[in-house]
């Protein structure tokens, strides 16, 4: 854990209805609970985040990820459909956070304990910015277990400094693609999961299906998913090879 206190940090979790690749995703079941409620779980998990929003814009259609997220106790922010970036803006200085952890919505066993890992992390190293989420520069990490943090006043500049519409429909994108300017922090995942072919994040039907039987199977043999080393194994046991 941190040697030093947290500022507030608040975990945004990006979610909306629209998917090119496999619309409504957000609320199809896994092991008959739907996949939004599995990614807010795994955030409110989280030791060390004040507080977790949902993070979704402001069409109609999103109207039931809004009651689902408040049914788990989870504050809802809506914001700009296009300009993902603004809407993390705004929801950040809504919830008064000074560290901002960034969850995708279609990674259902994203994990408590990996976010917590993350933000300590932030905490204890000079970085503008930090992430566990993917498989990157060698660190090992599955992707779809963690997330990315930075810093509110850091998301501010970035939207400041360009006016790219993908730099402002992709929260970081901004930020990643300047290492000479924002310092990169990349943790190397610990031996237990370090299985980078893991795969957790739900974009395709191909995906929702895998997903779907590693929920049940872990259900099955009465493991957490929130027992980030049951889900790589149990993951493996079914995938790999």
């Known amino acids: 854990m941190p040697s030093r206190p947290i500022p507030r ?4 979790v990006q979610a909306r209805m629209g998917s090119t690749r496999l619309p409504g995703k957000m609320l199809m079941p896994l092991a008959g609970k739907p996949l939004l409620a599995w990614v807010l779980e795994g955030a409110l998990a989280s030791r060390l985040a004040g507080q977790v929003v949902l993070c979704t814009s402001e069409g109609p259609e999103n109207d039931a990820l809004a009651g689902l997220a408040q049914g788990l106790g989870v504050a809802v922010f809506r914001g700009s ?3 993902v970036l603004g809407r993390f803006i705004a929801a950040g200085r809504r919830h008064g956070a000074e560290w901002v952890v960034r969850v995708c919505g279609d990674n259902p066993f994203v ?54 519409p993908l730099d402002h429909e992709h929260v970081t994108r901004h930020l990643v693609a300047h290492p000479e300017r924002f310092r990169q922090g990349l943790l190397p995942a610990p031996p237990e999961i370090a299985f980078p072919e893991v795969k957790l994040d739900i974009d395709a039907p191909d995906d929702y299906q895998r997903m779907e039987r590693l929920a049940l199977a872990l259900a099955q043999r009465g ?6 080393v049951a889900v790589c194994r149990v993951w493996r046991e079914l995938f790999a090879g």
């Not at 940090?9 to 945004?12: A, G, K, M, N, R």
């Not at 917590?116 to 520069?137: K, M, Q, T």
């Not at 493991?223 to 980030?228: A, E, F, I, V």
């Open 9 to 12: 940090t608040v975990i945004l």
């Open 81 to 83: 459909e296009d300009d």
């Open 111 to 164: 994990n408590g304990a990996e976010i917590d890992r993350l933000i300590a992390f932030f905490s204890e190293h000079a970085n503008d910015y930090a992430c566990n989420h993917v498989p990157r520069s060698g660190n090992n990490y599955p992707d779809g277990l963690g997330a990315e943090i930075t810093t509110l006043a850091l998301l501010e500049e970035a939207a400041g400094q360009s006016a790219d």
């Open 223 to 228: 493991l957490s998913p929130q027992d980030d």
